[in-house]
């Protein structure tokens, strides 16, 4: 593996992964071409050097916004690094345009999103100002964008994941799901075995509780890889008003934009926010023409590229972009047993 790319079994392993973040070795064996010990061994130096990683996301349970942070000139970094502690932001990005700093909230609800937002991040030494764009919808998250590197007949082959047994329970208990949410947030391929042994609970109902949360919507993979080392190495934000008659086509239009990877309708001064991935700079102007022609009527009214990012869903970035600096749990003990030492 070339240090400032990945190489094609790496891209194959990472794709197969998006498409299903918790599918087998054995399973992706046949697809992949590779036997599962190789596969296995790629994965674990993919992810042990920040490259790649998968996350649970659990979209029923949450409330978030997109806030601008402002911050006086020679106190970003300084600002930044304590956005970077704080467990309710997700990803911090230090940008160019009207923002120094886009971070994302995540918290259980709309007020506490709120009491962050305000609270915590306005009142930082350094901050001159904030602005938070609820998220209302989320037409697309980051766990649809694609690398690219299966074919269409390989990536059908990928299995999908298995539903729930026919003798499962159909509901899920408050400690199950506990126990779930605590291990898949930071690493979405933990061993079935590793969370029944750290919550005090039987590996079937953790088993049966991973298949029904997929099989329900409460939990999605995704499989993230450091932009730096792939083939789109510009990522920007798009900040766009589009006519309230167009949102409903713009969540049927948007997904099939490849350079996509994020698309929210909120409540602020926009209506519309998408992040994209691109190839070079100028793909940024590109992409608004793009944009304003699929979605007519639709205005970008700001923008913003990304310069670096110190966090992103929890991870703590290096300025390569790599997952090598630790993760900020949101859920400090997640009301279970002290967890066990984790390599990172």
Not at 46 to 69: H, I, K, M
Not at 181 to 198: F, N, Q, T
Request: proline share 7%; charged share 25%.
């Amino acid at each position: 593996m070339q240090e400032d790319r990945l190489d094609p079994l790496d891209e194959r392993i990472i794709h197969a992964l998006q498409i299903n973040g918790r599918a087998r070795w054995k399973d992706l064996s046949p697809v992949l071409g590779v036997d599962p010990a190789t596969l296995s061994r790629r994965w674990d130096a993919l992810r042990g050097r920040g490259l790649a990683w998968v996350s649970g996301y659990f979209p029923q349970r949450s409330a978030g916004a997109l806030v601008d942070v402002v911050c006086a000139p020679q106190r970003v970094r300084e600002v930044e690094e304590s956005l970077l502690s704080i467990p309710e932001v997700t990803t911090v990005d230090h940008t160019s345009g009207a923002r120094d700093i886009l971070a994302t909230v995540l918290t259980d609800t709309p007020r506490e999103v709120w009491e962050v937002a305000t609270g915590r991040i306005g009142t930082l030494p350094g901050v001159r100002g904030t602005q938070s764009h609820l998220i209302t919808t989320q037409i697309m998250e980051a766990s649809s964008w694609r690398i690219r590197a299966l074919s269409p007949a390989e990536a059908a082959r990928v299995p999908l994941p298995r539903p729930p047994r026919g003798r499962a329970p159909r509901t899920l208990s408050p400690d199950v799901e506990a126990a779930i949410r605590y291990a898949l947030l930071e690493d979405g391929r933990a061993p079935v075995s590793r969370i029944a042994r750290r919550s005090g609970l039987s590996e079937q109902r953790i088993s049966d509780g991973i298949a029904l949360m997929i099989a329900q919507g409460g939990l999605r993979l995704r499989t993230d890889v450091a932009r730096t080392v792939t083939g789109w190495p510009i990522y920007a934000w798009h900040f766009l008003r589009v006519p309230a008659k167009l949102v409903a086509q713009a969540r049927t239009i948007l997904p099939q934009v490849p350079e996509l990877r994020s698309a929210f309708v909120v409540a602020s001064q926009y209506n519309l926010v998408t992040a994209v991935w691109l190839r070079e700079l100028a793909d940024v102007t590109r992409f608004e023409a793009a944009m304003e022609s699929v979605l007519p009527g639709a205005r970008i009214m700001d923008r913003s590229v990304v310069f670096s990012m110190g966090k992103h869903m929890g991870r703590l970035l290096d300025g390569e972009g790599r997952a090598t600096l630790g993760y900020v749990h949101p859920h400090r003990d997640g009301g279970m047993a002290a967890p066990e030492p984790q390599g990172r």
